[in-house]
């Protein structure tokens, strides 16, 4: 069974930093791109970072220079390093897999989310 599960969401200050782990299971996540997205409330979900099977990225422009993307195929997990975080960055954070990395156009995995809130 597919499975993908999000953690390392939480409540961090303006300027914080948080790193959210997508771990796969039912599949070899080495062979795979992969792409963390996110959905505020009341907006449109939109791909934030995504990593392909050769380790090619993405970045959506609100990112760039503040997120980066990686993964360990041995751990079978994909991470995303937040730094510097803004409170437009207040979403639920997910992971899936992706069909195409420019632009992360996904696919039909997804995990359940990670609440990521920046407030002071």
Do not use: H
């Amino acid at each position: 069974q597919v499975q993908l599960v999000e953690s390392g969401g939480g409540v961090v200050q303006p300027g914080g930093s948080l790193r959210l782990s997508c771990a796969a299971s039912g599949f070899t996540l080495g062979y795979y791109a992969i792409g963390w997205f996110r959905q505020a409330p009341g907006k449109e979900r939109e791909g934030v970072s995504c990593i392909g099977s050769l380790s090619n990225t993405y970045y959506a422009d609100s990112v760039k220079g503040r997120f980066t993307i990686s993964r360990d195929n041995a751990k079978n997990t994909v991470y995303l390093q937040m730094n510097s975080l803004k409170p437009e960055d207040t979403a639920v954070y997910y992971c899936a897999t992706v069909l195409v990395v420019a632009g992360c156009r996904p696919d039909d995995y997804w995990g359940q989310g990670t609440q990521v809130t920046v407030s002071s």
